[in-house]
């Protein structure tokens, strides 16, 4: 990989990284806008505050944008997501693995 890649993948993973940004576009995933309460709804325990900064920062990466309807990925948000589907898979997985062995914190 080179210089330029690893710092694109730096990038999107700082990105990703902050919180709830992926529940922010996983919230998104079945392509049907939504509005600012109902985002924060279907996300959960997230603040207007932190909602409103996680949108600001989706929006400048071209991840999601603001239509009539509400909020929406964007082209490139939908092809993050679809690569993303596979976790939603191994998450599966995974988490009968830790059951089986004790190990999962339940929230």
């Known amino acids: 990989m080179s210089a330029k890649e690893n710092a694109a993948v730096?990038?999107?993973l700082e990105l990703l990284e902050s919180r709830y940004a992926l529940r922010v576009l996983w919230a998104l995933r079945d392509g049907h806008p939504q509005t600012f309460r109902l985002l924060q709804d279907s996300i959960g325990s997230i603040t207007p505050n932190t909602l409103n900064t996680r949108i600001k920062e989706l929006?400048?990466?071209s991840l999601m944008s603001h239509g009539d309807d509400g909020y929406m990925v964007t082209t490139l948000g939908?092809?993050?997501l679809?690569?993303?589907?596979d976790v939603q898979a191994f998450a599966g997985k995974w988490a009968a693995s830790?059951?089986?062995t004790g190990s999962v914190k339940k929230k």
Do not use: E, F, S
């Open 98 to 100: 830790q059951t089986k």
């Open 59 to 61: 929006r400048a990466a």
């Open 10 to 12: 730096g990038q999107l």
């Open 82 to 85: 679809k690569r993303l589907n």
């Open 78 to 80: 939908a092809d993050l």
